[in-house]
């Protein structure tokens, strides 16, 4: 411990000058240890000294209940903290969900939302154009430059799920197609 070998150094009769250019602590600092060896008072450290959490008790509640949870973004966990009057920044809740709870965050894998009654819309456009002509075919315009996406989230940074391992993350339901279909 650098404060036994500051105080033991002082002991020895070297001057508080020498131990500042020795051991590179600052002067005041060895002043006061000398002063508190010389007074018989320990120079052990204090513990609950060091900054206080900025988390209150309730918004370490509301953080830990989201873990597991669906669209839980550390930017939303924030926005939920500060409406309910605990001002706790996104940085802050990253830092408590990762190096106090352990979890890590997770992207939930995309799939298409296909369900049963898609299926059987496709299944149907198909029957009723099964003997068109290609002059039929000539009045329908197919485009793939409109991007757009059926049921997701307002804003794909939400979409995640803080959990201890990958293998805890629920995956997306999705709707098998049959093997064979009939027409």
């Given at each position: ?20 250019l020795?051991?590179?602590v600052?002067m ?5 240890w000398?002063r508190?060896?010389k ?9 609950g000294?060091?900054?206080?959490s ?7 509640i509301v953080?830990?209940?989201s ?12 926005k ?13 809740v ?21 369900t049963e009654?898609n299926?059987?819309?496709?299944l ?21 430059e ?8 307002p ?5 995640c799920v ?12 999705m709707?098998?197609f049959?093997k064979?279909i009939?027409v």
């Amino acid at each position: 411990m650098i404060r036994s070998q500051a105080v033991g150094i002082l002991q020895a009769g070297s001057s508080q000058k020498f131990v500042f250019l020795k051991l590179g602590v600052n002067m005041r600092t060895v002043q006061r240890w000398w002063r508190l060896f010389k007074n018989d008072l320990t120079l052990e450290n204090k513990g609950g000294r060091g900054r206080k959490s900025s988390i209150s008790k309730v918004a370490k509640i509301v953080i830990t209940k989201s873990i597991g949870k669906k669209r839980q973004s550390v930017r939303g966990l924030s926005k939920k903290l500060k409406l309910k009057g605990h001002s706790v920044s996104q940085s802050t809740v990253y830092r408590y969900l990762t190096k106090e709870k352990g979890v890590k965050s997770y992207k939930r894998q995309r799939q298409p939302l296909i369900t049963e009654k898609n299926i059987a819309a496709r299944l149907k456009f198909c029957k009723e154009r099964v003997n068109w002509t290609a002059n039929d075919w000539k009045n329908i315009l197919f485009t793939d430059e409109s991007p757009f996406e059926l049921n997701h989230p307002p804003n794909r940074k939400n979409d995640c799920v803080w959990a201890r391992n990958a293998l805890d993350v629920e995956p997306v339901q999705m709707v098998k197609f049959p093997k064979k279909i009939q027409v």
